[in-house]
């Protein structure tokens, strides 16, 4: 067994950091350009899903029900496509609707007129409000409360979800208006809230009487692995919780099909949908029908979606599994990081020595691989502890992901044998 990086004496690191350097320095040499900074679906990705580019067809452009997708109308979207998706996301197909391509930016309109005119069950607009922000978590969530000047109070996540303590604790106050939730492989650590969270989420005594979960359920079916875990049900559980209006759920194709013209889902309560479409009804007559009934022809079922996940999932894994490979031949026994093994989702989130984040960020950088921002995960871009580093395989092809890990793990080590011997 090696031993690890704090137990060598101040000779072994001084040595350990020189070989370290000129490794680096043959790194930086290389002139790399390599990028692990987003969660995008590769271009082999995008390739299971072109036939989609061919459809409808120009012969036969009605839904089910006749109407013609090429006209005006339709603001809940396609029935028969939310047929497909409802069951896939724990939701029923009245009980949803299908709209635009971005999931992100239903979020974003729910919220915008929650700050505007105040939701279902309140009483005033959401003006010097704040949300509970699980952590580490999705950037472009806290993006949204940060543009609408809504305070972020982060909460720690365990294994289970975030923190349930911490929750009630600070849902108790009026000010808190909602919580940021992706249950299931959530973004970056990817975790699957337990029955038990979901139970108390729904159930939560709160300050606000319009207390909202945004129930982001992006990676519904991005599994990794043969286990396909189920979430419980989020709207049942709420409902039977005397709280029908609290869930907001959101679901995307964007990681199914094409990420740049995939479709976007949200689940609620009546009160909620009618308000949410009444806003929308002023912004668009109608969603894009003919990509809803493109999505329809070319998935056909459910069971279509699983199925292309299926494929999905083979190009996938063997990046999962070079990334833990390469953190587990150079880095296990160091101790100085973990890291997760998601069993789905997108991302790996590695976790470094406080302090140690940008650090490596900026070495891995300066030698052309491109990470995402240390303190992305976490509101207004700020680690408090400068010790997470988020880790997106999925778009690189696999040599240049086996490169951009080896300068990572480089980096990483180098990082932290500086921060050691300067200590
Ligand atoms: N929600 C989460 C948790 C994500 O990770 C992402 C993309 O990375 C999105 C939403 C974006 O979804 P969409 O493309 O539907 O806007």
């Given at each position: 067994m090696r031993v690890t990086?704090?137990?060598?004496?101040q000779t072994e690191l001084s040595d350990l950091v020189a070989s370290l350097r000129a490794a680096y320095g043959e790194l930086s040499a290389r002139g790399l350009k390599l990028d692990l900074t987003r969660g995008k679906p590769s271009a082999e990705q995008l390739d299971l899903s072109?036939?989609?580019?061919?459809?409808?067809?120009?012969a036969d452009y009605r839904?089910?029900?006749?109407?013609?997708?090429?006209?005006?109308?339709g603001l809940r979207g396609l029935p028969e496509l939310r047929e497909i998706f409802a069951p896939l996301l724990g939701l029923k197909p009245e009980g949803m609707i299908a709209v635009g391509n971005s999931s992100l930016e239903l979020m974003h309109d729910y919220l915008m007129h929650a700050v505007l005119f105040g939701v279902p069950?309140?009483?005033?607009?959401?003006?010097?409000v704040a949300f509970l922000c699980p952590v580490p978590g999705y950037d472009r969530h806290f993006s949204i409360c940060a543009k609408l000047g809504m305070e972020m109070i982060p909460v720690p996540m365990t294994a289970d979800g975030p923190d349930l303590a911490e929750v009630e604790r600070l849902a108790a106050?009026?000010?808190?208006?909602g919580i940021w939730c992706v249950?299931?492989?959530?973004?970056?650590?990817g975790e699957i809230y337990s029955p038990e969270t979901v139970r108390r989420l729904a159930e939560l005594p709160t300050g606000a009487e319009d207390f909202r979960i945004f129930?982001?359920?992006?990676?519904?079916?991005?599994?990794?692995?043969d286990e396909q875990p189920e979430i419980e049900d989020i709207i049942g559980a709420a409902q039977a919780a005397?709280?029908?209006?609290?869930p907001i759920v959101f679901g995307s194709a964007s990681k199914i099909?094409?990420?740049?013209?995939g479709i976007a889902f949200l689940g609620a309560s009546d009160a909620n949908l009618d308000w949410l479409v009444g806003h929308l009804s002023k912004r668009t007559i109608g969603p894009d029908k003919i990509n809803h009934l493109r999505h329809v022809r070319f998935l056909e079922s459910p069971q279509g979606v699983l199925d292309l996940m299926a494929k999905h999932r083979a190009l996938l894994r063997p990046k999962f599994d070079l990334v833990g490979q390469a953190l587990t031949d150079?880095?296990?026994?160091?101790?100085v990081a973990s890291w997760t093994t998601p069993r789905g989702g997108y991302f790996v989130t590695l976790t470094v020595r406080p302090g140690c984040a940008s650090r490596i960020v900026e070495l891995a950088g300066q030698a052309g691989i491109a990470l995402?921002?240390?303190?992305?995960?976490f509101p207004h871009g700020k680690?408090?502890?400068d010790n997470v580093i988020r880790i997106a395989?999925?778009?690189?092809p696999l040599t240049e992901l086996a490169d951009a890990m080896a300068a990572l793990v480089l980096c990483v080590k180098l990082a932290s044998a500086e921060q050691l011997l300067a200590a």
């Open positions: 990086f704090a137990e060598l004496s072109t036939a989609l580019l061919d459809l409808p067809g120009s839904a089910a029900d006749g109407s013609d997708v090429r006209n005006y109308g069950g309140g009483s005033a607009p959401w003006r010097d106050d009026p000010k808190v208006k249950p299931k492989y959530s973004n970056p650590t129930w982001d359920n992006a990676y519904a079916v991005h599994h990794l692995t005397g709280h029908p209006d609290r099909t094409l990420a740049g013209s150079e880095l296990a026994d160091t101790g995402t921002p240390a303190g992305a995960p680690d408090p502890q395989p999925t778009f690189p």
